[in-house]
Structures are given as structure tokens and as C-alpha cells.
């Protein structure tokens, strides 16, 4: 009795495909982790969104000294906006820098369902493979010493936090570090550099789309409104 082996080899292939992005996400939801790091080796990148220019903010306290560079590129799977982030230390200093943070990602979430990560948030993690990409090159960037051991997500899904064990030292740098959002908007935001100390940065970050943001000021002129006319009515 023959066997028709083409069904067999297709849910095989089928079923390996499913498995290996399943196995590769690290698709945080608005609170999440801590967990490893996705690989980002091999992401393609679009170009440069649209207004976007390398960001580069001191970060110094008395245990650390350094910079963060921050760009954003156009994601080229999801179409949505990356928001890419690298520390380097630059003089010596007695703390290995820990954990770096950035914010707000509130609102940036969406579906992934590719091999970079499969769910539904933001996707965080990292790539090395900076040399083999002119575009991150030109923009700044530099091959990394040091990968992050794992990532978070929380305070309503707005701070994504990158964990480095051991920490970063100098002479030394981080991995790129890149959340990918279906954002399409960015502006300045909030980061942070940590050790025993903590120095604040200005990094960029997805910003509330036109209508979202309409509706919260629709919403919040609604409200005020109400409270108005309930005082009004009182005072009557």
C-alpha cells in the first residue's frame, strides 16, 4: 500500500514554522517579563522615519558617565515605527551600568506575526549585527560589548526596561537595543540610565496618534463640562 508522504512533509513544515517564531517571541503585553531578550539579527529596516535624527543625550552621575543614542527607523515587516537605543560608556567610573529604561510605550502596542515575535504588544530585544547594516553605521551606532539579560514591560505598559547582568563597564557598550511598536508617531520622551544611581535622558518615543489623542481631549472636555454644569446646578 502506497503512503502519500506530501500531507505528512506539509504539516511538518507547517507545524515547524509555527514553532519557531512561537519559540523566538518576546512580544511583551502592557505588563510583561522579565524575559530574554528577542534577537532582532537580520531585522530589515526601511530607513529613516520620516523627521527622525540621531538623539544623543549625556548621561552622567557620580558612579557613571556616558551617552544614549536613540533613533528611529521604519519597521520593515510591520510598516510601524522601531525605536532603537545604545549606551557606551565613556570615561571610568566605579558602577557597571544595570538596567535602561525609556518611555512612554503606552498605546504603541499591536499584532506581530513574523519571525521576530508572534502576540500582541511591543516587541523587545536586541541586535549586534550593526557592521553588516550601513544605515545603523551612518546613524551612530557601534557593534556592542554587552547584551541585555532580559527585558520588562510595566507601569501600564508604558516603561520598557532593558536588565544587563553583568552590567555594562568601560571601556564598554549595549547591544542596540530596539522596541518595535505599530506606531507611526514619535517625539521626545523620558529614559533613564541605572545603577545605584540613576540618570534621566531624553530619548525618543511613540506619541499619542492624531485620534486617540482626540478622543482623550474630547473626553476631557466632556468631563469638564459635566462638572460645570453640576456646579452650575448647585450654585442655582
Same mark, same amino acid.
Given at each position: 500500500?502506497?503512503?502519500?508522504?506530501?500531507?505528512?512533509?506539509?504539516?511538518?513544515?507547517?507545524?515547524?514554522?509555527?514553532?519557531?517564531?512561537?519559540?523566538?517571541?518576546?512580544?511583551?503585553?502592557?505588563?510583561?517579563?522579565?524575559?530574554?531578550?528577542?534577537?532582532?539579527?537580520?531585522?530589515?529596516?526601511?530607513?529613516?522615519?520620516?523627521?527622525?535624527?540621531?538623539?544623543?543625550?549625556?548621561?552622567?552621575?557620580?558612579?557613571?558617565?556616558?551617552?544614549?543614542?536613540?533613533?528611529?527607523?521604519?519597521?520593515?515587516?510591520?510598516?510601524?515605527?522601531?525605536?532603537?537605543?545604545?549606551?557606551?560608556?565613556?570615561?571610568?567610573?566605579?558602577?557597571?551600568?544595570? =538596567?535602561?529604561? *525609556?518611555?512612554? %510605550?503606552?498605546?504603541?502596542? +499591536? &499584532?506581530?506575526? !513574523?519571525?521576530?515575535?508572534?502576540? #500582541?504588544? /511591543?516587541?523587545?530585544?536586541?541586535?549586534?549585527?550593526?557592521?553588516?547594516?550601513?544605515?545603523?553605521?551612518?546613524?551612530?551606532?557601534?557593534?556592542?560589548?554587552?547584551?541585555?539579560?532580559?527585558?520588562?514591560?510595566?507601569?501600564?505598559?508604558?516603561?520598557?526596561?532593558?536588565?544587563?547582568?553583568?552590567?555594562?563597564?568601560?571601556?564598554?557598550?549595549?547591544?542596540?537595543?530596539?522596541? =518595535?511598536?505599530? *506606531?507611526?508617531? %514619535?517625539?521626545?520622551?523620558? +529614559? &533613564?540610565?541605572? !545603577?545605584?544611581?540613576?540618570?534621566? #535622558?531624553? /530619548?525618543?518615543?511613540?506619541?499619542?496618534?492624531?485620534?486617540?489623542?482626540?478622543?482623550?481631549?474630547?473626553?476631557?472636555?466632556?468631563?469638564?463640562?459635566?462638572?460645570?454644569?453640576?456646579?452650575?446646578?448647585?450654585?442655582?
Amino acid at each position: 500500500m502506497s503512503v502519500n508522504r506530501k500531507p505528512i512533509a506539509l504539516f511538518g513544515l507547517l507545524a515547524l514554522l509555527a514553532f519557531i517564531p512561537t519559540a523566538q517571541a518576546v512580544v511583551l503585553a502592557p505588563t510583561g517579563g522579565p524575559v530574554a531578550p528577542d534577537d532582532f539579527t537580520g531585522l530589515p529596516i526601511t530607513g529613516v522615519a520620516p523627521g527622525a535624527f540621531m538623539l544623543v543625550s549625556p548621561a552622567v552621575t557620580t558612579t557613571f558617565s556616558g551617552t544614549i543614542l536613540s533613533d528611529v527607523f521604519i519597521d520593515g515587516i510591520t510598516g510601524g515605527l522601531d525605536f532603537y537605543y545604545q549606551y557606551t560608556g565613556t570615561a571610568t567610573t566605579p558602577d557597571a551600568v544595570e =538596567r535602561i529604561t *525609556a518611555a512612554s %510605550f503606552a498605546g504603541a502596542d +499591536g &499584532a506581530f506575526a !513574523d519571525p521576530f515575535g508572534v502576540g #500582541v504588544g /511591543v516587541d523587545v530585544g536586541t541586535r549586534n549585527d550593526t557592521a553588516g547594516i550601513p544605515l545603523l553605521l551612518a546613524s551612530g551606532f557601534l557593534p556592542g560589548t554587552t547584551n541585555s539579560s532580559t527585558v520588562t514591560r510595566g507601569s501600564g505598559g508604558s516603561v520598557v526596561g532593558f536588565n544587563f547582568s553583568p552590567g555594562i563597564t568601560v571601556p564598554g557598550n549595549s547591544f542596540v537595543l530596539i522596541v =518595535r511598536t505599530h *506606531a507611526t508617531t %514619535f517625539g521626545v520622551g523620558n +529614559g &533613564a540610565v541605572i !545603577d545605584s544611581n540613576s540618570a534621566n #535622558v531624553a /530619548v525618543w518615543a511613540p506619541t499619542p496618534e492624531p485620534a486617540y489623542a482626540g478622543l482623550l481631549l474630547g473626553g476631557l472636555f466632556g468631563l469638564g463640562l459635566l462638572v460645570t454644569r453640576r456646579f452650575q446646578a448647585k450654585q442655582s
